[in-house]
């Protein structure tokens, strides 16, 4: 069984760590990831920049170049970043732009149409959201219509899922990411996602799981694994994610 963890966090103290809404994380250093995730075969994955990271680029430049080059960096950036620096990033192993809308610490959402073009075109970047699905339908006509999107943690709520979908439908990928942090019946989003697209759904750990109700747990890989055959498996598990970062 191969994964390719298509969302986790590290949290390095080395720079700068910005507290949110009340909240500063634990340490989470690659080591800290490495070890956690020692049984489970990840061949690789993606890096992802939380709310409590803001615009900092040295402390995911510093964990890819330890995680290698089957990994990749998830970034947050202001809208009015350097062509040249977004080049540099790319070259660098960062391979998407992040909107938090849930937590906040990335660009905001009015520049989504603009900025998830202009990292599309400069370098291929798909853009990756954080925001609750029942809000979905205020943007999604503009999100419909970018060239690549993808949603966390199955869009987080079961009253959203129904405007998730309509999303899956257009194109729009899924993480199948933070089962501890979702309120919603997974199996049944997770069912209906891939009914819909089997491409969609992209595993990720969601480690550390900072703010969950729970940790990550190895159940979330084996109830993927009793919900899914063995090639449905490892399209959710490895090869979507794969494919959607490693272009």
Request: hydrophobic fraction near 40%; include cysteine; charged fraction near 25%.
């Amino acid at each position: 069984m191969r994964i390719f963890d298509a969302h986790f966090h590290i949290i390095d103290f080395d720079f700068p760590i910005i507290e949110n809404q009340g909240y500063l994380p634990p340490s989470y250093v690659v080591e800290d990831y490495q070890n956690e995730t020692a049984d489970l075969n990840v061949l690789g994955g993606a890096i992802v920049s939380g709310s409590f990271q803001g615009f900092d680029q040295e402390y995911l430049l510093k964990a890819l170049k330890q995680m290698g080059s089957t990994f990749c960096g998830v970034t947050q950036l202001p809208f009015t970043v350097t062509d040249e620096e977004i080049i540099s990033l790319n070259k660098n192993g960062v391979k998407a732009l992040r909107f938090n809308i849930k937590r906040g610490g990335s660009e905001d959402l009015s520049k989504l149409d603009y900025f998830a073009r202009r990292v599309y075109d400069l370098v291929g970047w798909h853009s990756e959201l954080y925001i609750d699905s029942k809000a979905l339908p205020e943007i999604s006509s503009t999100i419909e219509k970018l060239p690549a999107i993808s949603i966390d943690h199955l869009g987080l709520s079961e009253e959203g899922l129904p405007h998730l979908l309509k999303l899956v439908d257009k194109g729009i990928r899924v993480k199948a990411t933070g089962f501890g942090r979702v309120e919603l019946n997974i199996e049944n989003a997770l069912n209906s996602i891939y009914d819909i697209n089997p491409d969609a759904l992209m595993f990720g750990t969601d480690l550390p799981s900072t703010r969950a109700k729970r940790h990550f747990e190895y159940a979330d890989i084996e109830l993927i694994q009793r919900l899914f055959d063995e090639k449905a498996t490892e399209k959710i598990l490895y090869t979507n994610a794969l494919k959607w970062y490693f272009k």
